[in-house]
């Protein structure tokens, strides 16, 4: 059973400054909530109960977020704005929320190996924040989950990405020819040159791994971007233990890049009945 989960939340969000001096790119609305919620709530809806966000020191706001605020709450109850309060309330309600803090951003391979103590023995599961995924399917994370009780092995989620777009990504090695969504995997490498891209099966942000991992994390040298990346450490896992790529079923918005962003706005906007009829005039308006 996979019940843990971790999400890297320590990066610096250098895309989006100069915004995330002061706010950490997890905290950027999607109208009224905060990226990194759909995360947390894409793990809780996939059967995790204890989540570990990985933070670093100008991050205390995702720790607020995720905590009661019990002074605003008084305030909202002796206004009677009862729904207000249920919509803080229950934030991110359905599981444990553990933090602790990458003391140095030295890549994701670093951040996730800050996870191990909080894994133990068990497999478990991996969500970055950049990469949200949209359906009316399974959650992308239990999609993979489900993938990893098949196989009973590490799973790396992936999309099909244009090849121009490969060198911004860990790209997977099929081990023979690619049949089906779940298939095994003999090689893996981190933002290859576009003209050295071995497929254009990307990993979009999600793993189901086991903790074998971390005795290659510990210690995996830096690679691509002089950082010590978790694509690399995963590629020497390969080496003792089986590792399969899934194809991710689900629209992806890479909401660290600014117009993914604004079309999960939008999109998420023509979701809501209160926003939805007003918003198409506006974008019917603005299209013309
Ligand atoms: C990270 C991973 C990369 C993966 C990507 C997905 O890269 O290292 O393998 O394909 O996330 O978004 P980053 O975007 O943090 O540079």
Redesign the pocket.
């Known amino acids: 059973m996979i019940k843990k989960a971790v999400i890297p939340a320590a ?1 610096y969000g250098t895309r989006f400054l100069p915004i995330t001096k002061s706010l950490p790119k997890e905290l950027l609305p999607i109208i009224d909530h905060p990226t990194i919620e759909f995360i947390v709530n894409e793990a809780i809806d996939s059967g995790i109960t204890d989540i570990l966000l990985i933070v670093s020191s100008n991050k205390n706001a995702i720790i607020d977020y995720f905590d009661y605020n019990l002074e605003l709450e008084t305030i909202l109850l002796s206004k009677n704005k009862y729904e207000e309060y249920g919509i803080i309330r229950n934030i991110a309600q359905g599981a444990n929320i553990h933090y602790i803090r990458q003391r140095e951003q030295l890549g ?1 391979g670093h951040a996730v190996l800050q996870a191990e103590a909080f894994v133990g023995n068990d497999p478990f599961a991996v969500l ?1 924040g ?2 949200m995924y949209v359906g009316k399917g399974k959650p992308a994370i239990r999609q993979m989950i489900d993938a990893y009780n098949e196989v009973e092995s590490s799973v790396l989620g992936t999309i099909e990405v244009d090849y121009k777009d490969t060198s ?4 997977c090695i099929p081990k023979g020819e690619k049949k089906g969504k779940l298939v095994e995997l003999k090689g ?1 490498v ?2 290859p040159k576009v003209e050295e891209a071995p497929s254009r099966s ?4 999600r793993y189901v791994l086991t903790p074998t991992i971390f005795s290659y994390l510990k210690n995996q040298e830096k690679g ?2 002089n950082e010590i ?3 690399d450490a995963i590629l020497r896992l390969m080496g003792e233990e089986k590792v399969y790529s899934y194809d991710i079923e689900g629209k992806r918005y ?1 909401v ?1 890049n600014k117009i993914d962003y604004i079309e999960a706005i939008l999109d998420f906007g023509l979701e809501k009945e209160e926003l939805r009829e007003n918003l198409q005039k506006l974008i019917n308006k603005k299209s013309k």
């Open positions: 990066g994701l970055l950049d990469d911004r990504y860990g790209i893996v981190e933002k990307a990993i979009g942000g691509a971007g990346q978790l694509t890479d660290g």
